[in-house]
């Protein structure tokens, strides 16, 4: 098994790759932990029209936003991935929704 060193730590491509392709199977799990809030909330919510949130979803999305300027991460990119993350979620929510209430 091939050690992950920290970003500033890696001097080859295979270093790095290996380093990207480990942060991808995290964050594919983080997605799904984040999904299953997704079936919690569609379990939860009284009405289908109670999925869209405009409101919650703004508020996201500027979190996502400010964490981003914290760390020194590019804002812009951050914020278009929650946008895609968001509206992916809310599509989700509204299937499982289906599913649940059909």
Known sequence: MTQILAGPDCT???EVRAGVDQLDRELVAMLA???AYMDAAARIKPSRDRVRD???KTQVIDQARAE???LGVPEA???AMWETLVEGSIAYELAAFDR???
């Open 100 to 102: 649940t209430r059909g």
């Open 12 to 14: 080859t491509m295979a």
């Open 54 to 56: 405009e409101d919650r």
């Open 33 to 35: 932990r984040r999904f």
């Open 77 to 79: 990119v951050v914020a």
């Open 68 to 70: 981003a300027q914290r």
